[in-house]
T-cell receptor, first 113, second 114 residues
Framework: DGGITQSPKYLFRKEGQNVTLSCEQN?????MYWYRQDPGQGLRLIYY???????QKGDIAEGYSVSREKKESFPLTVTSAQKNPTAFYLC????????????FGSGTRLTVV | AQKITQTQPGMFVQEKEAVTLDCTYD???????LFWYKQPSSGEMIFLIY??????QNATEGRYSLNFQKARKSANLVISASQLGDSAMYFC???????????FGKGTTLSVSS
């Protein structure tokens, strides 16, 4: 079955460390997205990519980096520059078309210890 | 700037009752799309329903319907005959003006009791 796989489900990071969250899709979707969710804040867009080797910053890109070397993969690196990285991170993908919503992964919960 | 507002942090309903979750939006773009998603406690986001700004009729998907009032810029989700499994967080979202990404409201937590 097609879908989006995020790993790991839970991730613990020491302060000052970079960590990379994995996102893989086998839906043949062109566009992929990363969102951050904090309690009471809804989902906020970090980065998105509409095509391989191209990506754009979202509303809260500071302290994060991404790459899109393959259509199927869109990893997110949380760098040490991100001051408050503890959150739930959701990856999504979509095909082009106004009526098409997103397919989401099951999320990664990152905790700084 | 575009914005989605969900003013109900929490809603409580009994099984088999109908419930309306409010969503208002702000955009200057004449063409836009509105989405509703459900997020159970497990965390995954489940797409429920879509309404296009030029759609002539309100969208319906099974027990879900969208009460779309364009002049008032509201897109309320109506869940008929609530079930215990409907207990979750519900998000209203809109595609941004560039058509490239969804912007989300802060969500409403729905609790269904027996």
């Amino acid at each position: 079955d097609g879908g989006i796989t995020q790993s790991p489900k839970y991730l613990f990071r020491k302060e000052g460390q970079n960590v990379t969250l994995s996102c893989e899709q086998n839906l043949n979707h062109d566009a992929m997205y990363w969102y951050r969710q904090d309690p009471g804040q809804g989902l906020r867009l970090i980065y998105y990519s509409q095509i391989v080797n191209d990506f754009q910053k979202g509303d809260i890109a500071e302290g994060y980096s991404v790459s899109r070397e393959k259509k199927e993969s869109f990893p997110l690196t949380v760098t040490s520059a991100q001051k408050n990285p503890t959150a739930f991170y959701l990856c999504a993908s979509s095909i082009r078309g106004e009526r098409n919503g997103y397919t989401f992964g099951s999320g990664t919960r990152l905790t700084v210890v | 700037a575009q914005k989605i507002t969900q003013t109900q942090p929490g809603m409580f309903v009994q099984e088999k009752e109908a419930v309306t979750l409010d969503c208002t939006y702000d955009t200057s773009d004449p063409s836009y799309g509105l989405f509703w998603y459900k997020q159970p406690s497990s965390g995954e986001m489940i797409f429920l329903i879509y309404q296009g700004s030029y759609d002539q009729q309100n969208a319906t998907e099974g027990r879900y319907s969208l009460n779309f009032q364009k002049a008032r810029k509201s897109a309320n989700l109506v869940i008929s005959a609530s079930q215990l499994g409907d207990s979750a967080m519900y998000f209203c979202a809109m595609r941004d003006q560039a058509g490239t990404a969804l912007i989300f409201g802060k969500g409403t937590t729905l609790s269904v009791s027996s």
